[in-house]
T-cell receptor, first 111, second 114 residues
Framework: KQEVTQIPAALSVPEGENLVLNCSFTDSAIYNLQWFRQDPGKGLTSLLLIQSSQREQTSGRLNASLDKSSGRSTLYIAASQPGDSATYLCAVLYNNNDMRFGAGTRLTVKP | DTGVSQNPRHKITKRGQNVTFRCDPISEHNRLYWYRQTLGQGPEFLTYFQNEAQLEKSRLLSDRFSAERPKGSFSTLEIQRTEQGDSAMYLC????????????FGQGTRLTVV
């Protein structure tokens, strides 16, 4: 069964902290893994895409890693800001072209 | 191109009515996905198109749900005889075929069944 799990479900940190969000998946036969951001009542905004052959991707203060063999990905956010408050979702595109999501981590960054 | 477009943004309907949502993907994208999302949950896969072919359907997609993508362009998702449990955000995403392409999402259609 192709399951995606995100831990923690919710996280609250003071502004300026570095933080790590976790994503795990049960089937290593993947094409890629994508991290998204979702603001309340809105659609999903793509943050980073990691192909199955890659180990990490960086965009600004965001760094995502992928360990396909262990079925894990992390999203690292440096120097967090209140504007980073949102729900972060990871999605795995499996080799059967099925894209599955975790339930998300709801992040609150307090000023 | 302004990205993936979904219409309407909001829909309120009475139980038992039929509703139809539309998704216009990014023009050159040949993959199109439909998801359903309820409060506090991640998006749940409903169905997937490669061009005009519907390649996979989730068991969530009961016989009251149908999706089409004529000519491999826009897609519609229809729910017949709506139930209160159908109330959710319906999200559409598109991407190019291939392992190194990003999926892009629309803003979603929020359905409320009263």
């Amino acid at each position: 069964k192709q399951e995606v799990t995100q831990i923690p479900a919710a996280l609250s940190v003071p502004e300026g902290e570095n933080l790590v969000l976790n994503c795990s998946f049960t089937d290593s036969a993947i094409y890629n893994l994508q991290w998204f951001r979702q603001d309340p009542g809105k659609g999903l905004t793509s943050l980073l895409l990691i192909q199955s052959s890659q180990r990490e991707q960086t965009s600004g203060r965001l760094n995502a890693s992928l360990d396909k063999s262990s079925g894990r990905s992390t999203l690292y956010i440096a120097a967090s800001q209140p504007g980073d408050s949102a729900t972060y979702l990871c999605a795995v595109l499996y080799n059967n072209n099925d894209m599955r999501f975790g339930a998300g981590t709801r992040l609150t960054v307090k000023p | 191109d302004t990205g993936v477009s979904q219409n309407p943004r909001h829909k309120i309907t009475k139980r038992g009515q039929n509703v139809t949502f539309r998704c216009d993907p990014i023009s050159e994208h040949n993959r199109l996905y439909w998801y359903r999302q309820t409060l506090g949950q991640g998006p749940e896969f409903l169905t997937y198109f490669q061009n005009e072919a519907q390649l996979e359907k989730s068991r969530l997609l009961s016989d009251r749900f149908s999706a089409e993508r004529p000519k491999g362009s826009f897609s519609t998702l229809e729910i017949q005889r709506t139930e209160q449990g159908d109330s959710a955000m319906y999200l559409c995403a598109s991407s190019l075929y291939g392992s190194n392409t990003e999926a892009f999402f629309g803003q979603g259609t929020r359905l409320t069944v009263v």
